[in-house]
């Protein structure tokens, strides 16, 4: 699941950070957000885990296995983490919800057992925004300026649920964009 705001609040007193007042008045079992790129990187580290790949995460989202990590391929899939059965009655996005749920409320758990990849918070992935292999497309935003957020939110529509969704993070700068929530991965 995302990281909650407890775990977060419990980060930031460890490392004598500053808890933000706003954080107070959620629920610690709600998913953090409105955190920068670089304080999710640093959690993570805390934590002795780092922010998933785009690739990871998308393969967690769907979770299928995939045809090859090499060329980051999958097998025939649903484009929302839930499957296309009612993803507009699972996914916590703004036609359904005002605010993030609490990550024990939430519905859409996956063939990995995993919750809030549609919706609810929007995630950090340590990728930057290239094009895919094989893209012959341009878009002024690739390059190594811009981090990957997946995952859809409570702030945007349905369309950004989808497994496949991917936004730019990072605007003006990934130490000021606070668009996003996170989940940690561990390598193996």
């Excluded at 007193?13 to 610690?28: C, F, H, I, Y």
């Excluded at 484009?79 to 296309?84: E, S």
């Amino acid at each position: 699941h995302e990281v909650t705001v407890g775990q977060f609040v419990k980060y930031l007193e460890e490392t004598r950070g500053s808890v933000p007042s706003a954080l107070g008045a959620l629920s610690v079992n709600q998913p953090v957000t409105r955190v920068t790129y670089r304080d999710a990187e640093s959690y993570c580290a805390w934590a002795g885990k780092r922010l998933p790949t785009e690739f990871e995460w998308e393969r967690a989202a769907r979770g299928e296995q995939i045809i090859s990590s090499q060329a980051e391929t999958y097998v025939e899939s649903s484009a929302f983490p839930v499957g296309d059965i009612s993803p507009q009655e699972v996914c916590v996005t703004r036609e359904k919800a005002a605010a993030p749920l609490d990550i024990d409320k939430l519905l859409d758990r996956n063939p990995f057992g995993l919750t809030g990849m549609c919706g609810n918070a929007a995630e950090w992935t340590s990728s930057w925004l290239l094009p895919y292999r094989g893209n012959t497309g341009r878009d002024i935003r690739f390059g190594r300026k811009y981090k990957v957020i997946r995952g859809g939110s409570y702030e945007l529509p349905l369309e950004f649920a989808k497994s496949h969704a991917r936004l730019a993070g990072g605007i003006p700068s990934l130490a000021r964009d606070r668009r996003a929530g996170f989940r940690c991965a561990r390598s193996e």
